[in-house]
């Protein structure tokens, strides 16, 4: 098993930014694949953005030029920079860890985006 804690979320500004960081229990070149995830008020968990552990990584093309995933493996920890943050970034943002089969999810952490 794996657990994730996220943190990092909180009240921004329209055109801010933040970090939100993702410590795993585990060293992350044991995890397949590390990735973040958000869940809009009303809406399905949309995937954003995942770091292998290769250090390689994949983003969905909304999100290209705004956020950014990078990793601490000396932490375990694994970062989602936000820029340019938009009142629809409003969202629970997930760590999400896939290992052997087996995947994992963090508690959450709230992201909310005043205009």
């Known amino acids: 098993q794996v657990q994730l804690v996220e943190s990092g979320g909180g009240l921004v500004p329209a055109g801010g930014s933040l970090t939100l960081s993702c410590a795993a229990s585990?060293?992350?070149?044991?995890?397949?694949?590390m990735g973040w995830y958000r869940q809009p008020p009303g809406k399905q968990r949309e995937w954003i953005t995942s770091i292998f552990s290769s250090g390689s990584t994949n983003t969905l093309d909304t999100f290209k030029g705004r956020f950014t995933i990078s990793r601490d493996t000396a932490k375990n920890t694994v970062y989602l920079q936000m820029n340019s943050l938009k009142p629809d970034d409003t969202a629970v943002y997930y760590c999400n860890a896939r290992q052997n089969g087996g995947q994992y999810w963090g508690q959450g952490t709230q992201v909310t985006v005043s205009s």
């Open positions: 585990k060293s992350l070149f044991s995890i397949n694949v």
